[in-house]
């Protein structure tokens, strides 16, 4: 075979692991995984193959050098912990919370929904709190005794922070009960929440009772909405693998879940800071809700921003990189 004819049949598939070299996560989806782990067989036997019968041809260095890279990619070890930390928090999470967002925002639904049902049971029956809350909130709250002497905000609230975190762990492995003790976990701490503010508000105590959940409970929250998604993503790739085989698809799903769980860690350490420190604080109530209102925002920017900017980079490089590698050919 000529190496023209050669160039011409193989190029093609150096192009593609060209491309895929330029996407950072590759281990995001199965599919771009597999399809890397393939084409970078087929180009190390290419590789060989012009070593043998063009070793001193410019196409048997470009081939060596694409495999190298390849090779690098596939077995580099992730020594470098502090880069890998900050690429994960700066890039893979965020990017992998707006992939994912559906999966979130249901979990969201689920436990706003929850709230919305034990708000209005309580609002209408106050009697109806001792039914739904669990003991250890019940031996803190009484719809006749909320008021400024009978509230001990750091218990409370380090009571719910307690509370959320096990809920976010909960919803997070009850994907694999297929999603159902993942909703049940999210309708229950809604459902929690809801009766909560339904029983501060029937004793004239609304501000009290917002004032120790919104600080930190922005955060504590949408960890738990996150956790929630995780599972949900794990509970759908079970149900549904789509085109991929059941463990495989169970594998990637595994993959997106962890990746989302692990990113709500420093979300739950900073949702604890601003509860010791804010919370029990006697800061006017309205510096509260600011803190509350700022956490949000930071938040918002956070996901809807992080790692956009990284992606058109490497998108724009990738073309430079197309361009000339087709003028040496």
């Known amino acids: 075979m000529l190496v023209q004819q050669f160039q011409a049949r193989r190029g093609p598939t150096w192009q593609k692991l060209e491309s895929l070299l330029q996407e950072r996560n590759l281990s995001q989806t199965a599919d771009k995984f ?4 393939r084409l970078y067989r087929g180009v190390a036997s290419d590789l060989s193959y012009a070593q043998t019968f063009y070793p001193d041809h410019p196409v048997t260095e470009y081939l060596n050098g694409l495999v190298s890279v390849a090779h690098h990619r596939l077995y580099r070890r ?3 912990s ?3 930390i900050w690429t994960f928090y700066s890039r893979i999470f965020p990017q992998t919370f707006r992939q994912l967002s559906g999966y ?3 979990a969201t639904a689920l436990s706003l929904i929850g709230a919305l049902y034990g708000y209005m049971l309580v609002l209408m029956q106050p009697i109806q709190a001792y039914h739904l809350l669990p003991p250890s909130f019940l031996s803190q709250f009484h719809p006749n005794q909320a008021g400024p002497h009978a509230v001990d905000s750091p ?5 719910i922070m307690t509370h959320n975190i096990m809920v976010a762990l909960m919803a997070f ?10 909703a049940y976990a999210l309708w229950q ?3 929690i929440l ?3 503010a339904a029983l501060f508000q029937t004793s004239g105590r609304a501000t009290v009772f917002w004032s120790l959940i919104v600080p930190h409970g922005v955060t504590e929250l949408l960890a738990i909405f996150i956790a929630g998604g995780a599972g949900l993503r794990l509970a759908h790739k079970m149900v549904a693998p789509s085109h991929l085989t059941r463990p495989a698809a169970f594998r990637l799903g595994a993959l997106d879940a962890v990746k989302l769980m692990l990113g709500t860690v420093p979300m739950f350490m900073i949702a604890g800071t601003i509860e010791g420190f804010v919370t029990p604080s006697n800061i006017p109530v309205w510096m509260k809700f600011m803190v509350a209102g700022l956490t949000g925002l930071i938040w918002v920017i956070y996901f809807s921003s992080a790692g956009r900017r990284s992606s058109s980079r490497f998108r724009a490089a990738k073309v430079r990189r197309d361009a000339s590698s087709s003028d040496s050919y």
């Open 82 to 84: 502090y880069t890998t």
């Open 189 to 191: 701490n809604g459902m």
């Open 173 to 182: 492995v009850g994907g694999i009960t297929v999603g159902l003790y993942t």
């Open 34 to 37: 597999t399809q890397f782990v």
């Open 155 to 159: 218990l409370i609230s380090s009571i």
């Open 104 to 106: 979130i925002f249901a």
């Open 194 to 196: 809801g009766v909560l």
């Open 78 to 80: 992730t020594s470098r």
